[in-house]
């Protein structure tokens, strides 16, 4: 076991892995953060994306000791402590762009990451953009239409 | 996953020792070795992590080339490249998606050296010069079949070192569930030479058109390639995304594109 130390979603944390330990069995499962989820497993889906120091990461193709010192922010952190929405958060709820849900954490971490490299885009460049983030339900035209709600409530 | 120790050096040399030492792996990006890791296909003793090393990380302009270290990401080489070396900036920032592009890194993408990666296109394309912790390796000699270079065990590259093209393109037919290239080429003038590399089609992995590279050379036009048999189809990879002899036609059409795309 090792002594990892990090930032998740604004708070210290200090804990011990095993060095194999994926970065989102860690969130998960040692810090009970949920809401980060493992779809495919194989680094194609996007739903465990997170952002670490800042730059989206997928959560399953990296061990939790690369993370070591890093500050890592999930879905969780997206929303304010009093639970009110993010903007981006917001936008997906107003402009249905979920079905089942499953995909939308990762989905919401990446458009969230492209707004701030873009805060402008346009619909071919949020499609091309969220071409890591899998949806089994299709409900991308919803996805997209959220993504540029949310750069418009941005300002 | 199978347990492993992990390790992260400050530098070449200590990674370098760390490599010898036992039944060890390098860590880059871990965009591939990861996933392999995932799947038990892989069983290191321990991973040398390399993100530790902040001599890899970095891109450096000289007079008509540029050196790329090896543990820059592919989105760093996208951003930065893209005025200067706009037909690199093009290949890394089309590689994977934005995930994978803040994380995987051309030494670890050319140390792997997957058959259908877009980064060996380039680096031969432009026949750039794989720098290690012990040698510089012209790209001819670096690229030996799937999977295989010219690395040591205990070898780490450093840095890429690129002739900057008076033209380049690369012109790649993604394969659409991973991203990779069904069939990618590089195109690139240097002087009177023109480089044509492919990735994704053959079964030895990146290898030089030089029916085309001498076509090209007489009339650099797409109109030159058209002329062209296709490679080999018996040469060319077939599994369930294509065919060899369609993988052999798109290399043809491939090549017309970035020839186009060159100006």
Known sequence: MVEISMTV???????????????VTFLREQLG??????????????ACNVHVDGVLAKSCTMLAVEADGAEVVTIEGMAAPDGTLGVVQQAFQDHHGLQCGFCTPGMVMSAAALLKENPDPSEEEIRAFLEGNLCRCTGYHNIVKAVRAAA???? | ????????PKTVEEAVAALRESEAKALAGGQTLIPTLKQRLAAPEKLVSLAGIEALKGIRMGD??????????????????????PALAALAGDIGDPAVRNRGTIGGSLANN??????PAAVLGTGATVVTD????????????????????????????FPIPEAAAYAKFDQPASRFALVGVFVARLGGDVRVAVTGASENGVFRWQEAEAALEADFSPAAVEALAPPPAEEMISDLHGAGDYRAHLVKVMTKRAVAACG
């Open chain 2, 134 to 161: 012990r040698r510089e390796i012209a790209a001819d000699d670096f690229f030996q079949g799937l999977f295989t270079t010219a690395l040591e065990e205990d070898e780490i590259i450093t840095a890429v070192r």
């Open chain 2, 1 to 8: 996953m199978y347990a492993f120790e992990f390790v992260k």
């Open chain 2, 114 to 119: 997957d058959p259908s990666a877009d980064w």
């Open chain 1, 152 to 155: 418009e409530a941005m300002g």
């Open chain 2, 64 to 85: 008509g080339v540029v050196e790329i270290g090896a543990g820059t990401t592919h989105a760093t080489v996208a951003r930065e490249l893209a005025g200067s070396v």
């Open chain 1, 33 to 46: 953060l949920t809401g980060t989820h493992v779809g495919c497993d194989t680094s194609q889906c996007g």
């Open chain 1, 9 to 23: 979603n604004g708070k210290p944390v200090t804990a011990e892995v095993e060095p194999r330990t994926l970065l």
